[in-house]
């Protein structure tokens, strides 16, 4: 059936999907290849302001994250939040998956104004 339009809280459904943004496909990703590079380069800064990186690292990293996408986005595509919950919960191991989450419902409902990303110690 066809997605269902909302958004919002736990169980609630999910936008459509964007126009044109197919991660299963290779030109799909070949079309997000880049968009990570430059977030990865301001957060590796802000974390760890004495270590660089290679560009051809963080290119690296961010086909780990384009793959990691491409799980969490795979047919049957998720519904509601809770799809993608359950998703997160069976493909990252504790505690990752439970940060992931808190993260993400902590910034649900929140403008769009940037802030600042901070990784848990473990």
Not at 35 to 54: E, Y
Request: proline share 9%; glycine share 8%.
């Amino acid at each position: 059936h066809a997605p269902r339009e909302g958004g919002g809280g736990e169980g609630s459904s999910l936008p459509p999907p964007a126009q044109g943004l197919d991660l299963e496909s290779e030109e799909g990703l070949k079309n997000l290849k880049g968009s990570f590079v430059p977030a990865l380069k301001k957060l590796l800064a802000q974390v760890h302001h004495n270590i660089s990186a290679k560009d051809e690292s963080l290119e690296y990293v961010e086909s780990l994250i384009l793959k990691l996408l491409a799980m969490l986005s795979s047919k049957p595509p998720p519904q509601s939040v809770t799809d993608v919950e359950e998703r997160v919960l069976n493909t990252f191991p504790t505690p990752i998956d439970k940060w992931a989450i808190a993260e993400v419902k902590q910034s649900i409902g929140k403008s769009r104004k940037k802030s600042d990303l901070i990784m848990p110690d473990y």
